[in-house]
């Protein structure tokens, strides 16, 4: 039995249980907004022992059955719309959130990832030091709030150099959702360093590109794609603006030492798959960009019919990670 930990909305989760019916294996989709409203948790903790069931649409999951666990992209609790207090549907949200933490942390299984190692993963400023550790080329990385540092910056590297979000990707205003991609640092963006005091921001200095390599691991098994993003102008800086359909994919023969580096960093980090940005230079070095420990991954099998990214992904699910 696989317990697969995510929301209604999630595509690529669609994707892999049509390869779990396939191949006629058991599974449980536990969309975290329907709890508690439509998915009913029996947990029992005593002296030694933990049983537990999940109850939702008309069937039982004893928790013990559960072999693997893929968490995929939970959200928050949707109350019942019989809650109509704000304080009483928050009240609900984080009691909901603090219970499925906590059965995270008791369930027993096999992790793609566990959710603790997840969240230390997601720091970008972690996985910078953990990948030159392993010996991959990053660019250097400058984190500040000080106006003076970072103008300095911008002319150390000849006015070339970027900026990006750590953590937060988006800006919900009303409405409005505004994305935060990686920008280049205009000369006309300079008249404002001084609001860099406000908040702290992640620049780089600018690295060149011949193409970009989404590198997936699962496991032990490694998939290169490459994404020709210098070929689409809106895609030059980051290649997300662009529908990923516009740009040229192709399988990437990743050197043996780079596609070990890899392995080395998901597991370092405590993850079983980790979906990692990877620039190769004009000349022909691989440089470290980030690791969505995460990523999406659904897109390139579908543009790519020799990546089986999905069918390792079950094999990784069903060995309990053997």
């Not at 779990?20 to 058991?26: A, C, D, I, Q």
């Not at 603790?116 to 990948?131: H, P, W």
């Not at 910056?153 to 800006?171: A, D, L």
Request: one cysteine or more.
């Amino acid at each position: 039995m696989i317990l697969i930990v995510t929301n209604k909305t999630d595509y690529t989760a669609d994707f892999l249980i049509l390869g779990l019916k396939e191949r006629g294996v058991g599974f449980f989709r536990f969309n975290t907004e329907e709890f508690p409203k439509t998915i009913e948790l029996i947990l029992d903790i005593s002296n030694n022992n933990i049983e537990g069931q999940l109850k939702a649409h008309n069937r039982v999951i004893d928790l013990a059955e559960i072999q693997s666990v893929w968490y995929r992209r939970p959200v928050a609790s949707d109350p019942s719309e019989k809650i109509q207090g704000e304080a009483e549907r928050e009240y609900i949200i984080t009691e909901s959130r603090e219970t499925l933490e906590g059965l995270w942390r008791i369930l027993h299984g096999f992790w793609v990832s566990h959710p603790d190692n997840l969240r230390a993963a997601e720091s970008k400023l972690y996985q910078l030091k953990v990948a030159s550790d392993l010996g991959f080329a990053i660019p250097q990385t400058l984190v500040t709030n000080s106006p003076t540092a970072a103008e300095a910056f911008y002319k150390t590297h000849s006015n070339q150099i970027i900026c990006k979000p750590q953590r937060r990707g988006q800006i919900s205003r009303r409405e409005n959702v505004s994305l935060i991609y990686t920008n280049m640092v205009e000369e006309q963006h300079t008249e404002h360093f001084s609001s860099v005091q406000f908040a702290p921001v992640l620049f780089q200095p600018y690295v060149p590109k011949a193409i970009e390599i989404r590198v997936t691991v699962v496991g032990l098994r490694v998939f290169a794609v490459e994404l020709h993003s210098q070929e689409v102008e809106h895609a030059r800086f980051d290649w997300r603006r662009v529908d990923a359909s516009e740009l040229h994919h192709q399988v990437h023969g990743l050197p043996l030492d780079i596609e070990t580096r890899c392995v080395s960093l998901v597991r370092t980090l405590g993850l079983s798959f980790g979906a990692i940005d990877l620039i190769l230079t004009p000349e022909s070095e691989y440089v470290f960009l980030e690791i969505n420990p995460n990523g999406q991954w659904a897109w390139i099998q579908q543009l790519c019919p020799d990546i089986h990214i999905r069918e390792a992904l079950i094999d990784l699910l069903i060995s309990g990670g053997r």
